[in-house]
């Protein structure tokens, strides 16, 4: 079956500008999760979603970053007012559901650049 | 905050020969696991270790898990130029808490 998928593969922006990634989990997968990792560094955690709802945001830098997942599936991670620092690779991940096992698959991320 | 350390931070050998690379942890944990990389983008899961076990193989790889000195260690064997990648072990609390705290990684590099 299909993996976890990611777009747009690149993007880039302006400073200041907004910014919407997209993340289509693996079908069935309850569980989803946003991290961010920069050149040289492994994946930080950012926000987990179990269902329609965020169990755990607290990896989020800041109120620019906001995500969602309405219906339970897709999920879009939101930069508003980009900084140059928020340039990385967005990576996001889903799981069959949180709890002990927790293998978690990931998709080949977007890599954003802030001019 | 990341709460691997990998060790070496990079490490280059000929085909044939092993690889070890090592972790360590901070906090209690659930599980551990590691994951390759390969050209900056998405990481492939390789092997999951719970916190009651101490060793586990698949394949090739070969993973130890010391919760006494938080610890684990990665090992391949007989290496090939296709595992040039970087690795990362990732740790798991388990539970609601469904985040994977992530290392900095080691870049191994299989020399043909």
């Known amino acids: 079956g299909a993996g976890v998928s990611q777009t747009p593969s690149n993007k880039v922006t302006e400073k200041g500008k907004y910014v919407e990634l997209r993340c289509d989990p693996i079908s069935g997968h309850t569980a989803l999760y946003w991290y961010r990792q920069s050149l040289g560094q492994g994946p930080e955690f950012l926000i987990y979603f179990q269902g329609t709802g965020a169990a755990d945001d607290s990896g989020l830098p800041n109120d620019r970053f906001f995500a969602v997942r309405p219906e339970g599936s897709v999920s879009t991670l939101k930069i508003q007012r980009t900084e140059r620092g928020d340039s990385a690779v967005y990576l996001c991940a889903s799981s069959r559901s949180t709890g002990y096992k927790n293998e978690q698959f990931f998709g080949p991320g977007t890599r954003l650049t802030v001019l | 905050s990341q709460q691997g350390e990998e060790d070496p931070q990079a490490l280059s050998i000929q085909e044939g020969e092993n690889a070890t690379m090592n972790c360590s942890y901070k906090t209690s944990i659930n599980n551990l696991q590691w994951y390759r990389q390969n050209s900056g983008r998405g990481l492939v899961h390789l092997i999951l270790?719970?916190?009651?076990?101490r060793e586990k193989h698949s394949g090739r790889l070969r993973v130890t898990l010391d919760t006494s000195k938080k610890s684990s260690s990665l090992l391949i064997t007989a290496s090939r130029a296709a595992d040039t990648a970087s690795y990362f072990c990732?740790?798991?609390?388990?539970?609601?808490?469904?985040?994977?705290?992530f290392g900095k990684g080691t870049k191994l590099s299989v020399k043909p």
């Open positions: 990732a740790t798991g609390r388990g539970g609601s808490q469904g985040n994977l705290i």
């Open positions: 270790i719970r916190s009651n076990e």
